[in-house]
C-alpha cells in the first residue's frame, strides 16, 4: 500500500529551515565534544567574520555612507537579525553604546547548550561596528544558549584599556 507522506499529521521529516538550524546545531556539538567549546567558538569566530565583513558592505552601500553612525550600526544589527527571524530591539544607542535584547534566536530552540554559536552574533555585530567606530568590545551579557529568557548584547564604542571580560570580544577596524 502505497502511503501519502504529505497527508500524515504531523508531516514527517525536516522543511529546510529546521534542517538547516538541526545541522548547524550538530555540527557546534561535534565540535564543542571534539576540540572543546573555546576551539569550536574559534572556528564559529570566523564564520561571523567572514559573514560581517559581507554584511558590512551591504549595509554601508544600502545607506550611501563609507561609514554608518551608531544609529545606522543599531537598526543595521537589528535589521540584519530580522531578517533571520531573528527578534532583537534596541534597548540603548548612544556615542558610546548600543545595547540590543533578543527575544527570538535565528537558531531557535537548537542554540540551548550551544555557546559556540553565540560567537556568530558576537563577531558579526563587532565588526560591523568597528569597521564603522574604528573600536568596538561585545559583550553577551544573556543568552538562549546559556539557558537566559533572552539574549542581551552590548556594543561598546569607548576603547577601554581593562581586559574583556569572559563574555567580551574586543575587535579593531581599519579606521585609525
Known sequence: M???LEKVEPIPGFDKDEFMRTLIRE???ILEDTVGVQEASAYVNHV???IGRALNRDYRAACATDRLDQ?????????LKKRIDGGFSIEQV???MIILVNSACPFGDKVVGRPSLCRMTANVFGHIAAENMGY???GIKEAFARGDTRCRVSV???HLQTEPAADETDFFGSLA
Request: overall charge negative; hydrophobic content about 50%; glycine content about 8%.
Open 136 to 138: 568596538a568590545r561585545v
Open 71 to 79: 544609529e545606522q550600526i543599531a537598526s543595521a544589527l537589528v535589521h
Open 48 to 50: 561571523g567574520l567572514l
Open 94 to 96: 548612544d556615542d558610546d
Open 156 to 158: 561598546s564604542f569607548r
Open 27 to 29: 555540527l557546534a556539538g
Open 2 to 4: 502505497k502511503l501519502d
